[in-house]
């Protein structure tokens, strides 16, 4: 299957609302609106021709300098046909909020509540939105760009030895 | 004849049909030979672990021949692997439910100082919770530096005086760990 | 649930819950428990053996490789690589190197594919003889895990010829490998294939036939293809189900179509068929080793790395003699060499499922954001609703069988 035929299908059935990224590195990469997204990947999945039934990876990345902050980013299989589709969904900060997937797949449940975890993006529907790897106390979503990676707490760690 | 072989007798006054030791000594002596470890594995350090309890290296050969689960009964705390903070309070009970006398080792990096995880997320190293008797280093340690841990710290056993667990220097050290001694 | 609790006990009367009889009790299991291999926590409700509900929490060694990634560069980032699945470390590694050269869109020649190949097919063998090993010992059979683990540590004898060190091996650079494998390494390769199929063989006899083995373990924890697909399991896992996913064939990286090889599925997906896929793909794999050699013979010798001056280190000798050399090693070493803005995502057939390194480079010196897409992970989320209606020891192997790594579960 080509990626024109994708894309013409895929733009076909929603109309001006697909746009693909140019010049992607390896895989074809459509960005999608924050409103159609479960629409797109139902449609993706749920297609006789697409058959896109394996989720490979739901993840984010922060942008701190554009206006949409925030970028949920969807690894989708299709196992019949050997394809694999990226799809983007930009996000405004500081509070992101994008539907779940888990009405799509249920393996979504865990890659979105690791995604909550890290960048804070909170996934409407999701029945059980909670921290997955970082202690539940915590109050700050630490994959984003302004927390620090080392521990800021620690005392046992002089700059002076460290040359800083 | 026959391929055991006795541990070694702790120096002590021989004669016709006696031979007089220090009671520090005898106990030392069975003690450092039938250590009990309970592993704490949480990692890759824990992975060269099972090749230690494996075949080709044996820990059993040093009379650790029954890894306990059970805190209560184990005497040697292998700390094995990364812990996370998340992971902390764990240990720190698996440690407090250990009856005395009890040892500890760090194997490898991140138990001894966190390794490579200089990140939120990580303890930097557990002596930061609970009191360590010996670090093995290595990222992971190899099952020979493993082993060579457990010797240091059947030194250390052997060594050790009964009324040491009883010192004002022992329950400050604890103190500074918030454990509380009964005693 | 219902209906899936029922596809899951077939042949077992369906729970009630609103019996007044049932008392149910809830148990902690974990995170430090000796039956779980690793740090997991399950809290499940059991009446008597049998399991009603559970919840998993993971996160226990949770070490921050993907904010550490954001702050090291590519080469520093291999041995995090080592540390996600600590038994089959060089997969990781040669799975990132890729990744690194699908970005800079790196040729390696074919000797160097040949022998990442040979490195990855031991390494999966090494990670099928623990979780088999491990299967074996959790239903009772010690005895095996021995015989095999001493061939696992041959393995990591040829991996520290290779490399230098046994676990977390970090073998290989961008673009090739560090040096090139030494005459003992490729007598330890040919020694390895003669001496492992007995004893493999050996293996297989305890338990293939095994009537206690066949009666713990067949009908355990049936996944239909649907399910499994549903919860984007990938892999051993995957394929016995009856799905033929490997991505060795799918997706051919490193000359993977020029090797001749099956890949074995199952029919139930039960722990019985996981471990039979498990142990067909060690066989597979030594076939693949042996084709690799062959391959090796016929490709000119002594070449290890691509000529990519601006990404590979040069020998260290050069670098303090030669003014070229040194020029290359501090832009490397600085990060000042020109690398693309781009994104990809490269994925290998790790030993438990589908191991994805999603890379977003801005051109800077490290990641923009590196996301692993861990097999482990993605597979165990369906451990504790499919553990409902489970009995509490069949949920235990099943757990082994799913082969979950702590360290690349909780990244």
């Known amino acids: 299957m080509e990626n024109s035929f994708l894309l013409d299908k895929l733009q076909g059935n929603f109309p001006s609302k697909i746009v693909e990224i140019p010049d992607a590195h390896d895989l074809m990469t459509i960005l999608v609106d924050l409103d159609d997204i479960i629409d797109v990947l139902r449609f993706l999945k749920s297609d006789n021709e697409l058959q896109f039934v394996h989720l490979t990876d739901i993840t ?94 620690r005392v046992d760690k002089k700059d002076l030895y460290f040359g800083r | 004849m026959s391929d055991i072989k006795l541990a070694e007798a702790p120096p002590g006054v021989e004669g016709a049909g006696f031979f007089a030791t220090s009671l520090d000594k005898a106990i030392g002596l069975a003690r450092a030979n039938s250590l009990w470890p309970l592993p704490f594995a949480t990692s890759c350090c824990g992975i060269e672990f099972m090749a230690t309890m494996g075949s080709t290296y044996d820990l059993a ?55 490579i995880f200089d990140t939120y997320s990580v303890l930097q190293g557990i002596d930061e919770i609970i009191p360590v008797d010996v670090y093995v280093p290595g990222c992971p340690p190899r099952p020979e530096a493993i082993l060579d841990g457990v010797l240091r710290l059947q030194d250390i056993v052997k060594n050790e005086t009964l009324n040491r667990r009883n010192t004002p220097e022992y329950k400050a050290l604890l103190e500074k760990y918030g454990i509380h001694t009964n005693k | 649930m219902s209906e899936f609790i029922s596809k899951m006990t077939s042949n077992q009367p369906v729970f009630d819950d609103n019996d007044p009889q049932d008392e149910l009790i809830t148990l902690n299991i974990g995170p430090t428990h000796p039956a779980t291999h690793g740090v997991f926590q399950n809290v499940v409700q059991i009446d008597g053996e049998r399991i009603v509900s559970g919840v998993s929490t993971i996160g226990y060694i949770h070490r921050a490789f993907e904010k550490i990634a954001e702050h090291r560069p590519f080469y520093q980032i291999t041995p995090l690589t080592d540390r996600l699945n600590y038994c089959s470390a060089p997969i990781n590694n040669m799975g990132w190197h890729m990744t690194v050269e699908k970005l800079l869109k790196i040729e390696i020649p074919k000797r160097v594919q040949y022998m990442r190949v040979i490195v990855m097919e031991l390494a999966r063998i090494a990670d099928h003889i623990i979780c088999n090993g491990i299967l074996g010992v959790d239903t009772g059979a010690f005895s095996g895990f021995l015989y095999v683990m001493q061939e696992r540590e041959f393995i990591y004898e040829i991996f520290e010829e290779i490399c230098g060190a046994r676990l977390t091996t970090n073998i290989g650079r961008i673009g090739g490998f560090e040096r090139d494998f030494n005459a003992v390494a490729f007598e330890k390769i040919r020694e390895f294939l003669k001496r492992y199929p007995p004893v493999l063989r050996e293996f297989e006899e305890m338990f293939v036939r095994n009537r206690i083995f066949i009666e713990r373990t067949s009908g355990v924890a049936a996944v239909m293809p649907e399910q499994a697909l549903d919860y984007g399991w990938s892999g051993p896992i995957l394929r016995a189900t009856g799905v033929d996913y490997d991505l060795r064939v799918q997706n051919p990286y490193c ?38 050699l062959e391959k090796i013979e016929k490709e000119p010798k002594g070449v290890f790395h691509a000529e990519v001056p601006d990404f590979y280190l040069p020998p260290k000798e050069q670098v303090y003699t030669n003014m070229e050399a040194l020029i290359y090693h501090f832009k490397i070493v600085m990060g000042e060499v020109d690398t693309p803005k781009a994104e990809v995502y490269h994925a290998v057939e790790g030993a438990n499922g589908e191991l994805g390194f999603y890379l977003i480079h801005d051109g800077g010196r490290s990641p923009y954001r590196l996301h692993f897409r861990r097999p482990s992970f993605v597979n165990y989320q369906m451990f504790a609703p499919m553990s409902a209606g489970m009995l509490l020891s069949d949920a235990i192997i099943n757990m082994s069988s799913l082969n979950v790594i702590a360290g690349e579960l909780d990244a």
């Open chain 3, 255 to 292: 000359s993977y179509e020029e090797f001749d090889f099956e890949v074995p599925v199952g029919t139930t997906g039960d722990v019985y068929d996981r471990f039979m896929v498990r142990n067909e793909e060690m066989w597979q794999s030594l076939r693949i080793i042996e084709q690799a």
């Open chain 2, 61 to 115: 050969r040093f009379g650790a021949e029954r890894p306990s689960f059970s805190p209560r009964q184990a005497d040697m705390l292998l700390v094995m692997g990364t812990i996370a903070k998340k992971m902390a309070p764990v240990l720190r009970q698996v440690y407090v439910q250990m009856a005395e006398p009890r040892w500890v080792i760090a194997v490898g990096a991140c138990a001894s100082s966190g390794g």
């Open chain 1, 60 to 153: 984010a990345v922060h942008y701190p300098h554009l206006e949409k902050e925030y970028a949920v980013v969807y690894h989708i299989h299709s196992l019949i046909h050997n394809i694999r589709i990226r799809v983007k969904v930009f996000l405004y900060g500081p509070n992101p909020e994008i539907p779940t997937a888990t009405v799509v797949w249920k393996g979504a449940n865990w890659m979105e509540r690791e995604t909550y975890d890290f960048f804070g993006v909170n996934f409407i529907g999701h029945p059980d939105l909670r921290r997955i790897l970082n202690v539940d106390d915590m109050d700050v979503f630490p994959m984003r760009k302004e927390y620090p990676l080392e521990d800021p707490n």
